[in-house]
Protein backbone atom coordinates (compact mmCIF):
# COMPACT_ATOMS: atom_id res chain seq x y z
CA UNK A 1 0.00 0.00 0.00
CA UNK A 2 2.85 2.37 0.62
CA UNK A 3 4.10 1.70 -2.87
CA UNK A 4 0.61 2.78 -4.34
CA UNK A 5 0.91 6.09 -1.96
CA UNK A 6 3.94 7.16 -3.49
CA UNK A 7 3.21 10.38 -6.45
CA UNK A 8 4.85 8.16 -9.39
CA UNK A 9 2.86 4.85 -8.43
CA UNK A 10 -0.30 7.18 -7.75
CA UNK A 11 -0.03 9.30 -10.76
CA UNK A 12 0.71 5.74 -12.87
CA UNK A 13 -2.62 4.58 -11.48
CA UNK A 14 -5.01 7.87 -12.28
CA UNK A 15 -3.27 7.61 -15.67
CA UNK A 16 -4.48 3.79 -16.12
CA UNK A 17 -7.89 4.66 -14.60
CA UNK A 18 -8.54 7.75 -17.39
CA UNK A 19 -6.72 5.08 -20.36
CA UNK A 20 -9.83 2.55 -18.94
CA UNK A 21 -12.43 4.92 -18.90
CA UNK A 22 -11.92 5.35 -22.68
CA UNK A 23 -13.97 2.40 -22.84
CA UNK A 24 -17.17 3.64 -21.81
CA UNK A 25 -16.04 7.02 -24.27
CA UNK A 26 -15.68 4.83 -27.29
CA UNK A 27 -19.22 3.24 -26.54
CA UNK A 28 -20.73 6.43 -26.39
CA UNK A 29 -19.30 7.28 -29.85
CA UNK A 30 -20.87 3.86 -31.22
CA UNK A 31 -23.88 5.12 -29.60
CA UNK A 32 -23.53 8.64 -31.69
CA UNK A 33 -23.17 6.48 -35.11
CA UNK A 34 -25.87 4.45 -34.25
CA UNK A 35 -28.26 7.54 -33.35
CA UNK A 36 -26.58 9.19 -36.60
CA UNK A 37 -27.70 5.35 -38.80
CA UNK A 38 -31.36 6.02 -36.95
CA UNK A 39 -31.25 9.45 -38.55
CA UNK A 40 -30.51 8.46 -41.83
CA UNK A 41 -33.05 5.76 -42.12
CA UNK A 42 -35.83 7.85 -41.25
CA UNK A 43 -34.96 10.53 -43.75
CA UNK A 44 -34.83 7.40 -46.47
CA UNK A 45 -38.20 6.40 -45.04
CA UNK A 46 -39.29 10.06 -45.99
CA UNK A 47 -37.97 10.97 -48.93
CA UNK A 48 -38.78 7.33 -50.54
CA UNK A 49 -42.51 8.69 -50.72
CA UNK A 50 -42.17 11.76 -51.95
CA UNK A 51 -38.99 11.17 -54.41
CA UNK A 52 -35.41 10.60 -53.78
CA UNK A 53 -32.45 12.29 -55.60
CA UNK A 54 -33.83 14.02 -59.39
CA UNK A 55 -31.15 14.38 -62.05
CA UNK A 56 -32.05 15.23 -65.55
CA UNK A 57 -30.80 13.64 -68.70
CA UNK A 58 -31.62 14.72 -72.35
CA UNK A 59 -33.65 14.94 -73.96
CA UNK A 60 -32.18 12.81 -76.48
CA UNK A 61 -32.68 10.77 -79.96
CA UNK A 62 -32.53 6.80 -79.96
CA UNK A 63 -32.63 6.52 -83.54
CA UNK A 64 -32.89 2.09 -84.45
CA UNK A 65 -31.08 1.21 -87.58
CA UNK A 66 -30.12 -2.09 -88.84
CA UNK A 67 -26.65 -2.73 -89.23
CA UNK A 68 -25.55 -5.25 -92.10
CA UNK A 69 -22.93 -8.20 -91.95
CA UNK A 70 -21.68 -10.98 -93.62
CA UNK A 71 -22.48 -14.79 -92.40
CA UNK A 72 -20.56 -17.86 -93.58
CA UNK A 73 -22.73 -21.09 -94.02
CA UNK A 74 -21.50 -24.19 -93.08
CA UNK A 75 -21.70 -24.82 -96.96
CA UNK A 76 -19.22 -22.03 -97.69
CA UNK A 77 -21.79 -19.79 -99.21
CA UNK A 78 -22.40 -16.33 -97.55
CA UNK A 79 -25.37 -14.15 -96.80
CA UNK A 80 -25.71 -10.94 -95.22
CA UNK A 81 -27.56 -10.60 -91.78
CA UNK A 82 -28.70 -7.37 -89.91
CA UNK A 83 -28.10 -6.75 -86.23
CA UNK A 84 -30.22 -4.07 -84.58
CA UNK A 85 -27.92 -1.25 -83.21
CA UNK A 86 -29.24 1.98 -82.13
CA UNK A 87 -27.71 6.05 -82.38
CA UNK A 88 -28.05 8.35 -80.70
CA UNK A 89 -28.34 11.78 -80.93
CA UNK A 90 -27.59 14.99 -78.65
CA UNK A 91 -29.08 17.99 -79.20
CA UNK A 92 -27.52 21.09 -80.59
CA UNK A 93 -28.30 23.45 -77.75
CA UNK A 94 -30.14 23.37 -74.69
CA UNK A 95 -31.74 26.19 -72.68
CA UNK A 96 -32.87 25.20 -68.89
CA UNK A 97 -33.89 26.40 -66.10
CA UNK A 98 -35.34 25.34 -62.50
CA UNK A 99 -36.72 27.41 -59.75
CA UNK A 100 -36.52 24.95 -56.44
CA UNK A 101 -38.44 25.03 -53.73
CA UNK A 102 -37.37 23.19 -50.55
CA UNK A 103 -39.45 21.89 -47.81
CA UNK A 104 -38.85 20.67 -44.49
CA UNK A 105 -40.56 17.27 -43.56
CA UNK A 106 -40.54 15.41 -39.95
CA UNK A 107 -40.54 12.12 -38.94
CA UNK A 108 -40.34 12.40 -34.85
CA UNK A 109 -37.32 14.36 -34.02
CA UNK A 110 -35.94 13.69 -37.72
CA UNK A 111 -36.23 16.68 -40.46
CA UNK A 112 -35.66 15.51 -44.25
CA UNK A 113 -35.34 18.22 -46.54
CA UNK A 114 -37.46 17.75 -49.98
CA UNK A 115 -38.19 20.38 -52.64
CA UNK A 116 -40.78 20.89 -55.59
CA UNK A 117 -38.44 21.64 -58.87
CA UNK A 118 -40.13 23.31 -61.48
CA UNK A 119 -37.77 22.59 -64.71
CA UNK A 120 -37.81 24.38 -68.36
CA UNK A 121 -36.07 23.12 -71.20
CA UNK A 122 -36.10 24.01 -74.91
CA UNK A 123 -33.54 23.34 -77.39
CA UNK A 124 -33.14 22.12 -80.71
CA UNK A 125 -31.60 18.67 -82.85
CA UNK A 126 -29.26 18.48 -85.73
CA UNK A 127 -29.16 15.34 -87.46
CA UNK A 128 -25.81 14.02 -88.00
CA UNK A 129 -23.45 13.20 -91.35
CA UNK A 130 -24.42 9.82 -91.68
CA UNK A 131 -21.54 8.77 -93.35
CA UNK A 132 -19.57 9.87 -90.59
CA UNK A 133 -21.39 8.22 -87.96
CA UNK A 134 -21.32 4.97 -89.96
CA UNK A 135 -24.99 4.42 -90.63
CA UNK A 136 -26.84 4.06 -94.07
CA UNK A 137 -29.86 6.47 -94.19
CA UNK A 138 -31.85 2.91 -95.80
CA UNK A 139 -31.34 1.25 -92.60
CA UNK A 140 -32.91 3.13 -90.29
CA UNK A 141 -36.66 2.40 -88.82
CA UNK A 142 -37.54 5.97 -89.16
CA UNK A 143 -40.65 4.97 -87.71
CA UNK A 144 -39.14 3.69 -84.37
CA UNK A 145 -37.08 6.83 -83.58
CA UNK A 146 -37.87 8.10 -80.07
CA UNK A 147 -37.02 11.47 -78.02
CA UNK A 148 -35.85 10.35 -74.90
CA UNK A 149 -35.26 12.24 -71.41
CA UNK A 150 -33.85 10.36 -68.11
CA UNK A 151 -35.38 10.92 -64.55
CA UNK A 152 -33.71 9.43 -61.86
CA UNK A 153 -36.71 8.90 -59.81
CA UNK A 154 -40.40 9.21 -61.71
CA UNK A 155 -42.67 8.99 -58.58
CA UNK A 156 -41.39 12.22 -58.35
CA UNK A 157 -43.20 13.65 -60.94
CA UNK A 158 -46.25 15.70 -60.75
CA UNK A 159 -48.69 15.85 -63.24
CA UNK A 160 -47.90 15.47 -66.79
CA UNK A 161 -44.80 16.36 -69.04
CA UNK A 162 -45.67 19.25 -70.94
CA UNK A 163 -43.73 18.52 -73.68
CA UNK A 164 -43.99 20.39 -77.64
CA UNK A 165 -42.20 19.20 -80.34
CA UNK A 166 -42.30 21.82 -83.17
CA UNK A 167 -44.82 23.59 -81.67
CA UNK A 168 -46.43 20.40 -81.55
CA UNK A 169 -47.37 18.82 -78.14
CA UNK A 170 -45.88 15.40 -77.99
CA UNK A 171 -47.39 12.42 -75.25
CA UNK A 172 -44.67 10.77 -73.64
CA UNK A 173 -44.66 7.38 -71.55
CA UNK A 174 -42.83 5.85 -69.11
CA UNK A 175 -39.63 4.07 -69.54
CA UNK A 176 -36.34 4.50 -72.22
CA UNK A 177 -35.98 2.89 -75.04
CA UNK A 178 -32.55 1.46 -73.70
CA UNK A 179 -30.56 1.65 -70.76
CA UNK A 180 -27.07 2.38 -72.81
CA UNK A 181 -27.06 6.28 -71.36
CA UNK A 182 -29.51 6.62 -68.09
CA UNK A 183 -32.02 3.60 -66.72
CA UNK A 184 -35.23 5.68 -66.02
CA UNK A 185 -37.23 8.66 -67.55
CA UNK A 186 -39.93 9.00 -70.10
CA UNK A 187 -39.79 8.94 -74.24
CA UNK A 188 -42.04 9.45 -77.09
CA UNK A 189 -41.92 8.36 -81.08
CA UNK A 190 -41.13 11.08 -83.33
CA UNK A 191 -41.21 11.42 -87.01
CA UNK A 192 -38.41 12.91 -88.34
CA UNK A 193 -36.27 13.50 -92.19
CA UNK A 194 -33.37 14.86 -92.79
CA UNK A 195 -35.25 18.08 -93.75
CA UNK A 196 -37.17 18.63 -89.90
CA UNK A 197 -36.84 21.03 -87.97
CA UNK A 198 -36.43 19.52 -84.24
CA UNK A 199 -37.30 22.19 -82.07
CA UNK A 200 -38.39 20.98 -78.48
CA UNK A 201 -39.57 22.35 -75.21
CA UNK A 202 -40.85 20.89 -72.50
CA UNK A 203 -41.81 22.08 -68.69
CA UNK A 204 -42.15 20.15 -65.68
CA UNK A 205 -42.35 19.45 -61.71
CA UNK A 206 -40.92 17.22 -59.92
CA UNK A 207 -40.71 16.20 -56.15
CA UNK A 208 -37.51 15.00 -54.71
CA UNK A 209 -34.72 15.38 -52.52
CA UNK A 210 -31.01 16.16 -51.11
CA UNK A 211 -30.14 17.06 -54.91
CA UNK A 212 -31.24 17.87 -58.11
CA UNK A 213 -28.51 18.14 -61.15
CA UNK A 214 -28.55 17.96 -64.79
CA UNK A 215 -26.05 16.25 -67.55
CA UNK A 216 -25.34 18.83 -70.17
CA UNK A 217 -25.90 17.10 -73.40
CA UNK A 218 -26.43 19.92 -75.59
CA UNK A 219 -23.37 20.82 -78.04
CA UNK A 220 -23.99 24.37 -75.97
CA UNK A 221 -25.69 24.07 -72.75
CA UNK A 222 -27.17 27.41 -70.65
CA UNK A 223 -28.76 26.00 -67.10
CA UNK A 224 -30.30 28.65 -64.49
CA UNK A 225 -31.22 27.98 -61.01
CA UNK A 226 -32.75 29.69 -58.29
CA UNK A 227 -33.82 28.74 -54.90
CA UNK A 228 -34.70 30.19 -51.77
CA UNK A 229 -32.01 28.06 -50.06
CA UNK A 230 -29.46 29.61 -48.11
CA UNK A 231 -26.93 26.67 -48.08
CA UNK A 232 -26.21 25.42 -51.34
CA UNK A 233 -23.78 22.99 -51.97
CA UNK A 234 -22.68 22.88 -56.06
CA UNK A 235 -21.73 19.54 -57.38
CA UNK A 236 -20.03 17.59 -60.37
CA UNK A 237 -17.65 18.41 -63.10
CA UNK A 238 -18.71 21.81 -63.66
CA UNK A 239 -18.21 24.91 -61.97
CA UNK A 240 -21.25 27.98 -62.11
CA UNK A 241 -20.56 30.54 -64.66
CA UNK A 242 -21.89 32.58 -62.33
CA UNK A 243 -23.30 32.44 -58.66
CA UNK A 244 -25.39 35.34 -56.67
CA UNK A 245 -26.39 34.40 -53.18
CA UNK A 246 -28.53 36.59 -51.69
CA UNK A 247 -30.45 36.90 -48.21
CA UNK A 248 -33.15 34.89 -49.47
CA UNK A 249 -31.31 32.19 -51.11
CA UNK A 250 -29.49 32.47 -54.35
CA UNK A 251 -29.19 32.29 -58.07
CA UNK A 252 -26.74 30.18 -59.87
CA UNK A 253 -25.93 30.27 -63.86
CA UNK A 254 -23.76 27.47 -65.57
CA UNK A 255 -22.40 27.23 -69.31
CA UNK A 256 -20.77 24.19 -70.65
CA UNK A 257 -19.65 23.81 -74.47
CA UNK A 258 -19.25 19.75 -75.66
CA UNK A 259 -15.34 21.18 -75.64
CA UNK A 260 -15.61 20.73 -71.72
CA UNK A 261 -17.26 17.27 -71.77
CA UNK A 262 -15.55 13.39 -72.48
CA UNK A 263 -18.66 12.20 -75.20
CA UNK A 264 -19.43 12.97 -79.08
CA UNK A 265 -22.62 14.41 -79.78
CA UNK A 266 -23.82 11.07 -81.40
CA UNK A 267 -22.76 7.92 -80.95
CA UNK A 268 -23.97 4.08 -81.90
CA UNK A 269 -24.23 1.45 -78.80
CA UNK A 270 -23.06 2.02 -75.05
CA UNK A 271 -19.26 3.37 -75.83
CA UNK A 272 -19.95 6.54 -73.30
CA UNK A 273 -21.09 7.62 -69.93
CA UNK A 274 -22.41 11.18 -70.20
CA UNK A 275 -24.00 10.91 -66.45
CA UNK A 276 -20.29 11.03 -65.37
CA UNK A 277 -20.55 14.70 -66.58
CA UNK A 278 -22.69 16.50 -64.58
CA UNK A 279 -23.47 19.47 -62.29
CA UNK A 280 -25.92 20.42 -59.50
CA UNK A 281 -26.83 20.96 -56.15
CA UNK A 282 -27.23 19.56 -52.91
CA UNK A 283 -30.00 20.48 -50.31
CA UNK A 284 -28.79 19.65 -47.39
CA UNK A 285 -28.03 21.54 -43.71
CA UNK A 286 -24.49 21.98 -43.40
CA UNK A 287 -24.68 21.54 -39.40
CA UNK A 288 -25.15 18.41 -38.39
CA UNK A 289 -25.40 17.33 -34.76
CA UNK A 290 -23.95 13.84 -34.69
CA UNK A 291 -20.95 15.10 -36.74
CA UNK A 292 -20.28 17.14 -34.05
CA UNK A 293 -21.32 15.51 -31.17
CA UNK A 294 -19.10 12.80 -32.90
CA UNK A 295 -15.89 15.01 -33.04
CA UNK A 296 -16.72 16.64 -29.46
CA UNK A 297 -16.59 12.51 -28.37
CA UNK A 298 -12.76 12.58 -29.55
CA UNK A 299 -11.47 14.83 -26.96
CA UNK A 300 -12.86 12.75 -24.18
CA UNK A 301 -9.18 11.32 -23.21
CA UNK A 302 -8.22 15.37 -23.34
CA UNK A 303 -11.13 15.93 -20.53
CA UNK A 304 -10.38 13.17 -18.82
CA UNK A 305 -6.62 13.90 -18.29
CA UNK A 306 -6.31 17.39 -17.80
CA UNK A 307 -9.80 16.75 -14.92
CA UNK A 308 -7.57 13.95 -13.29
CA UNK A 309 -4.15 15.99 -13.34
CA UNK A 310 -6.37 19.05 -11.46
CA UNK A 311 -7.63 16.21 -8.37
CA UNK A 312 -3.59 15.24 -8.03
CA UNK A 313 -2.43 17.71 -8.11
CA UNK A 314 -4.66 19.60 -5.22
CA UNK A 315 -3.20 16.01 -3.52
CA UNK A 316 0.21 16.76 -4.23
CA UNK A 317 0.18 20.75 -3.24
CA UNK A 318 -2.49 20.79 -1.01
CA UNK A 319 -2.26 17.52 1.13
CA UNK A 320 -5.85 16.49 -0.64
CA UNK A 321 -7.08 12.59 -0.40
CA UNK A 322 -8.64 11.21 -3.46
CA UNK A 323 -9.43 7.64 -3.09
CA UNK A 324 -10.06 5.16 -7.01
CA UNK A 325 -13.53 5.00 -6.64
CA UNK A 326 -13.60 9.01 -6.39
CA UNK A 327 -11.17 9.12 -9.14
CA UNK A 328 -14.15 6.54 -11.19
CA UNK A 329 -16.94 8.50 -10.00
CA UNK A 330 -15.37 11.95 -11.66
CA UNK A 331 -14.16 10.49 -15.00
CA UNK A 332 -17.67 8.68 -15.06
CA UNK A 333 -19.55 12.21 -14.74
CA UNK A 334 -16.92 13.61 -17.46
CA UNK A 335 -18.04 10.71 -20.26
CA UNK A 336 -21.80 11.46 -19.12
CA UNK A 337 -21.60 14.53 -20.54
CA UNK A 338 -21.58 13.41 -24.01
CA UNK A 339 -24.78 11.39 -23.75
CA UNK A 340 -25.96 14.61 -22.49
CA UNK A 341 -24.70 16.21 -25.56
CA UNK A 342 -26.14 13.96 -28.17
CA UNK A 343 -29.61 13.32 -26.67
CA UNK A 344 -30.35 17.26 -25.84
CA UNK A 345 -28.81 18.15 -29.69
CA UNK A 346 -31.80 15.77 -30.88
CA UNK A 347 -34.24 17.76 -28.96
CA UNK A 348 -32.40 22.00 -28.82
CA UNK A 349 -29.90 22.03 -31.44
CA UNK A 350 -26.04 21.36 -30.85
CA UNK A 351 -25.17 25.05 -29.58
CA UNK A 352 -27.90 25.03 -27.03
CA UNK A 353 -26.98 21.31 -26.12
CA UNK A 354 -23.50 21.94 -25.45
CA UNK A 355 -24.15 24.70 -22.88
CA UNK A 356 -26.74 22.87 -21.19
CA UNK A 357 -24.51 20.01 -20.92
CA UNK A 358 -21.19 21.65 -20.12
CA UNK A 359 -23.36 23.45 -17.54
CA UNK A 360 -24.53 20.38 -15.76
CA UNK A 361 -21.20 18.90 -15.64
CA UNK A 362 -19.45 21.54 -14.28
CA UNK A 363 -21.45 21.76 -11.73
CA UNK A 364 -21.87 18.53 -10.57
CA UNK A 365 -17.96 18.40 -10.92
CA UNK A 366 -18.08 21.55 -8.56
CA UNK A 367 -19.64 20.43 -6.15
CA UNK A 368 -18.71 16.84 -5.75
CA UNK A 369 -14.77 18.55 -5.90
CA UNK A 370 -15.84 20.54 -2.92
CA UNK A 371 -16.77 17.46 -1.00
CA UNK A 372 -14.09 15.00 -2.12
CA UNK A 373 -11.11 17.63 -1.58
CA UNK A 374 -12.99 19.62 0.70
CA UNK A 375 -12.10 23.15 -0.27
CA UNK A 376 -13.92 25.51 -1.92
CA UNK A 377 -10.97 26.92 -3.54
CA UNK A 378 -9.89 23.78 -5.28
CA UNK A 379 -13.28 23.17 -6.40
CA UNK A 380 -13.51 26.33 -8.30
CA UNK A 381 -9.82 25.63 -9.89
CA UNK A 382 -11.35 22.43 -10.85
CA UNK A 383 -14.31 24.13 -12.50
CA UNK A 384 -12.62 26.88 -14.33
CA UNK A 385 -10.69 24.25 -15.43
CA UNK A 386 -13.73 22.56 -17.49
CA UNK A 387 -15.08 25.82 -18.23
CA UNK A 388 -11.89 26.31 -19.89
CA UNK A 389 -11.78 23.01 -22.00
CA UNK A 390 -15.21 22.98 -22.95
CA UNK A 391 -14.96 26.12 -24.16
CA UNK A 392 -11.56 25.66 -26.10
CA UNK A 393 -13.62 22.20 -27.59
CA UNK A 394 -16.70 24.27 -28.99
CA UNK A 395 -13.97 26.82 -30.14
CA UNK A 396 -12.58 24.32 -31.94
CA UNK A 397 -15.35 23.04 -33.34
CA UNK A 398 -16.82 26.11 -34.84
CA UNK A 399 -13.50 26.84 -36.65
CA UNK A 400 -13.11 25.15 -40.20
CA UNK A 401 -10.27 26.33 -41.60
CA UNK A 402 -8.30 27.76 -38.71
CA UNK A 403 -9.19 24.05 -36.69
CA UNK A 404 -6.03 22.32 -36.61
CA UNK A 405 -4.06 25.73 -36.25
CA UNK A 406 -6.05 26.92 -33.28
CA UNK A 407 -6.02 23.43 -31.55
CA UNK A 408 -1.91 22.85 -31.74
CA UNK A 409 -1.69 26.35 -29.54
CA UNK A 410 -4.43 25.21 -27.30
CA UNK A 411 -2.49 22.17 -26.53
CA UNK A 412 1.15 24.00 -26.63
CA UNK A 413 -0.63 26.02 -23.88
CA UNK A 414 -1.89 23.40 -21.93
CA UNK A 415 1.15 21.58 -22.09
CA UNK A 416 2.79 25.11 -20.71
CA UNK A 417 0.53 25.20 -17.83
CA UNK A 418 1.29 21.77 -16.72
CA UNK A 419 4.98 22.31 -16.47
CA UNK A 420 4.92 25.11 -15.16
CA UNK A 421 2.84 23.89 -11.96
CA UNK A 422 4.44 20.52 -11.95
CA UNK A 423 7.57 22.42 -10.53
CA UNK A 424 5.94 23.11 -7.21
CA UNK A 425 5.78 18.76 -7.21
CA UNK A 426 7.90 16.71 -4.84
CA UNK A 427 8.07 13.51 -6.51
CA UNK A 428 9.74 11.73 -4.08
CA UNK A 429 8.72 11.28 -0.43
CA UNK A 430 11.11 11.88 2.17
Same mark, same amino acid.
Given at each position: ??????????????????????????????????????QENAINE?????GGEQMLVGPYLTVPFDDPYTVTNSDGTEEISYARKYLYVLPEYLDGEVDVQPETRKLGIYEAIVYRGNANMQGEFKLPDW???????? /?? /????? +????????????????????????LPLSSGLVTNDIYWSGVHSSVAINDEDLLQFEFSTKLRGSRRFSVVPLGKQTTFAMISPWVEPNFEGSFATTKYEPT???????????????????SWVGKQYTPTKDYFG?????????????????KYAILII?? +??????????????????????????????FYT??????? /????????????????????????????? +??????????? +??????????????????LAGSLGLFVILAGIMFISRQIKWEEE
Open positions: MKLIQKPMFKMLAVALLALLLLIPAELIQNLIREREYTMTSVWTKVGVDPK /HI /HWDKV +TLNIGISDLRGVEGAFDFKWNDTSADGFSALWEVSHLNRNFPQTEFVKTVDNYSKSNRVAAL +TFMVFYFSELIKGAKVNALQYVLVGLALVLLLLSFSE /HIGFNAAYLVAALMTVLMEFFYARSVLSS +TKLATYVAATL +TLLYSFIFILIQLKDFAL
